[in-house]
C-alpha cells in the first residue's frame, strides 16, 4: 500500500501532498491529498495501467461528475487526468 502512495506521491511531485489511501475495491484506489498551492483537500483515483487502457476518458469524467450527485462541478473538481 505504502508503495503505491509513495510511487503516486512521486509522480504527481510538489504540487500535490499525498495525504492517506481512503480506500479501494473493483478496480481503483482512492487517496486523499492536498493541492498544496490551491490549500484544498482533492480525491486522487488510481486505476491500474492494464484496466486503465480499457476506460475511455468520457467514462471517467461521467463517473467524476457522478460522484458529486448530478454533476455539481463546484462541489468537486476534475483537475487532471494522467
Do not use: H, N, W
Request: hydrophobic residues 45%; glycine residues 16%; positive net charge.
Amino acid at each position: 500500500m505504502a508503495e503505491l502512495q509513495d510511487r503516486l506521491q512521486a509522480a504527481l511531485g510538489a504540487g500535490y501532498r499525498v495525504e492517506r489511501e481512503l480506500g479501494g475495491g473493483g478496480m481503483s484506489r482512492v487517496f486523499l491529498a492536498e493541492a498544496v498551492r490551491l490549500g484544498r483537500k482533492v480525491v486522487i483515483k488510481v486505476l491500474p495501467p492494464e484496466m486503465a487502457a480499457g476506460v475511455s476518458v468520457e467514462r471517467f469524467e461521467r463517473a467524476a461528475d457522478g460522484a458529486t450527485g448530478g454533476g455539481r462541478r463546484a462541489a468537486v473538481g476534475r483537475t487532471a487526468l494522467m
